[in-house]
Each structure stands twice: as C-alpha cells, then as structure tokens.
DNA sequence: ACAAAAGTGTTGAGAGTACACCCATGC
DNA sequence: GCATGGGTGTACTCTCAACACTTTTGT
C-alpha cells in the first residue's frame, strides 16, 4: 500500500459482510451419495431447497459454527467435517454482501437421528444425481463439494467416514463405486486397501443376508487417513 | 433450526466479524523459497512483519480483493493465484473478530517491480527457512502455505508459474528442488516432464553463463494443468 | 443340491528408480 | 585442452490391471 494510513488498519473503517458457514452434508442413503438440504421458510428464495447454514455468532469459531449447524440438521457430532472453499461473489445473496465458508462433513447413515421439532417438510435427503433447484449458487457449491470428495477419496480414506462403525470389505467397496461412479475389481480392492493397513478385522461375522457370511472390519484409530500415492516428481 | 424464526434469516441480527484477505506471496529467489512480507505501522503488532493483507471492500470479490492486495505489494496482476483456506479462529486479531480468507500466489522473480512509493523497509522477502516474528497466527498460516504449495507441485505443474516466460530444464528442475527440498535425478525429471507433453520448445538457447548452451523451452498454453497420478483407488 | 455372496492368485504391461558417460561451448 | 554445465539410455523392480474359480452359508 502506497499511501497507507491507520485508517487503513482500523477494521471499523470499512462496511463489514456478513459470514455464513454452510455444510454440505453426505451420506449414503439406498445405495446413492445424498446430500442434506433444509427448504428455507422465509425470502430470498422462500421455500427453495438450500444447504444448511447460518450466520457465524461473534465469539464463535468457524468450525464451531459447522459443528452447530451439522448438530442442529442431524443430530450427530463427532464425524468427519473439512472446510471445503469461502464463497463471496458479491450479489451471491441478494439482501446483502454473504460470504459463506462451506464445509462438507460425511455421515454414516446408521447414526442420523431424525430431530423431535422437525415436520417433515422441513429437511429432506436428495441424490446428488438428482437434485432439487437450489437457493443462491448453491448449486455451485455442491459441485465443488462432490469434486472434492471424489477426488479425496483417491488419496485418502475418508470413505470409511460414510460406513457404519463396523463394516464389511463388500459394503466399503459399494460406498467406493457409488462415490466414484464406477465399478471396481473385487480382488484388487481388496488387496489395496487391505495393504494399506488401515483396516482390521473384528473377528466377527456378518450374519443376516443370503449367502457365505463376511468378515467384519472396522477402520483403525490409529491409521493415517492420508495414504500416499505415487508422487508426479519423486 | 428447531425454532427456527424469520429472524435467523436476518443478517443484521448478528454482530458481523471483519473479512480480511491475506496473500501469501512466494517467489524463487536466490535458490531459495522466498515469501514477501510487509512490516506493520501500526498497533496491534507494531513494527511487526506480517502476510500482506487487507479488508475486504464491500463490493469486490475476494478473488479481486486477493489480487488488489498482490498487485499493491509487488505491481503484478496475471499471476497464479489460489485461495488457501479461510482462519477465522476468535482472538486471532486482538482488536476484534476478524475472519481472514488466505491465498497462496506464485510470482516470477522477473516481473516482480519495485514501487516507487515504497520505502525499503517496508517491504522485504524472507526465505521460508529463515522467516521473521509474524504477527497474527501468520506463522500458521504460511506453514500451511508451503505444505500445500509442495503438495501441488507433486500432482500438478504449478512449478512453471514461478520461472520466467522460458526458462532451460535444468533451471526448472532447480525449482522442483528448492521447493520440495531434496534432490532430483537428472535423466528422470527430463524424462517425466517431457513425457507430460506441458512443455514446448522455443528453438532458443541459453547464451550467457559457461558450459554449453541450453535450450530454452516454454510452459505450453494448452496444457493441463493437473497432471494426473496414479489413484488410491482406481 | 442350489442359490447367493465371500473369498482368493497369477500373469503381463507399464512406470519408477538407480546409475555414468559423452557433448558443446568459453576461456 | 580443460573447465563447466547440458544432454542422453538401459536394466531392474515394483505396482497396476485384467481375469475366473472355489468356499461357505441358508433354504
């Protein structure tokens, strides 16, 4: 800064934008990635379809504010949530300058509880192959959020995040192919993530269902959730 | 939102943080990672080296925001510029709650100008190994910084945004080193970035300096940027 | 015994890694 | 002619990818 000046450095100077913190939210709900989006009750875009968020109180950290809304939409804590990009093109709301920090959290199913005050209407899971028409660019943000988590999913293990707390081998590869969008060979599945060593056996056996039973994995605390890949310059 | 009323919706319901951007500029100078830091005038942190950074005007992006606040410190526009993550933990700026959205630049020695206004004690480059006292949580922030900046440069070609227009193999394959910070196998580097077609010939050679000559190539327009690796899971 | 899902090995191809010498130029 | 940096090829290893049959259980 050429001219700078104290003014320059008082934060009151300046008109101030609201923050918001949005969480996509996904799970694997019928065999398709979900995302969890709240229809707003009052305008801009009343009654549209959007990703759950809310303003960032004063005393507040951002990922404390995440934690809140996924708590207030879910019910859960304590599953797996990453800031994923700050969006702020001025006029992406309406009313007044928004920027929103998204963050996108993974839930296993088995552990979304279905909140006493809710009606119904109120929240609803949609497939990210067919989504509703959403508020602001919300759009937008859940493109990013599904590239980003395709693309963790290829150098980490954060698929697990989606499964129950034990799982079977079959189960996580199902979770893989619908994230991914393809369908992977059993045998080097398995061999690759069992080589990874992130998993480990329970001992226990999956018993419902037809046919030969399947062994029970869960994943390991003590694992490195990023797992190195071949590197383009060694 | 269990009760959730029109007033959640309201923006002006909420005291409203400060939105800062701080860019975090690197550059390769005198075989080193060096990043360019501004000296503080003012409380808090008086006289202190900091990110250079400023708020947010109500009507810009914060990508225009991001490349006002590079362009006031080195004069360069139409340089590689990413956002980095958002730090909004409260406390972090002692005056008030600020939420500073980070980005990461990479700036060729060559273009980088002088401001005639600046006096030199403003403004100074740091190698990353060798960094000042940094107010804020700026330490934090360019750790962060060069952990994601080593990250990029083993999957995708970013390495070429911080040499000049053209530039010889082995002035490129010095980047690679200086920045992951170990050594590279000669006939392997030319191999590989060869073989990932992001390069072209100028037809030029290298003059100055002794030994033979080397010829000059360029970064191709058309390239792509992310190289692809090999997947975790494929 | 049969339906259903689990589990298991091998081989060929391609990429990565390690490694040492000749080439073009300036002085 | 020698010092300086530029440029090149090969052999071994490892990982990846493709592919089909046997095993265990319930009915």
Known sequence: MTTETIADYNPNRYERPSI?????????????????????KYPPFADIWAI????????????????RELAEETGVTNVYIEQLYTFGTPGRD????????????????????????????????FPMCNLPELAFDHDEILAYAQTRLRYKLEYTSVGFQLLPD?????????????????????????RKILASEVLEETGEKKKEGEGRPAMLYRYRDDAVAEVKTRRLFP
Chains 1, 2 share one sequence.
């Open 52 to 67: 759950p968020g809310g303003f960032v109180r004063i005393d507040e950290s951002l990922e404390d504010a995440a934690a």
């Open 94 to 125: 309406p009313r007044t300058r928004v920027v929103t920090v998204a963050y996108f959290a993974l839930v296993p199913q088995d552990v979304i509880k279905h909140r006493p005050g809710d009606d119904a209407s109120e929240t609803g899971w």
């Open 166 to 190: 034990i799982f079977t081998l079959t189960e996580l590869q199902k979770a893989y192919e619908i994230i991914l969008g393809e369908a992977l060979d059993k045998r080097n599945f398995r």
């Open 20 to 40: 918001t913190v949005d969480v996509v939210i996904f799970s694997l709900i019928n065999n398709q990635l979900q995302v969890l989006l709240v229809k707003r």
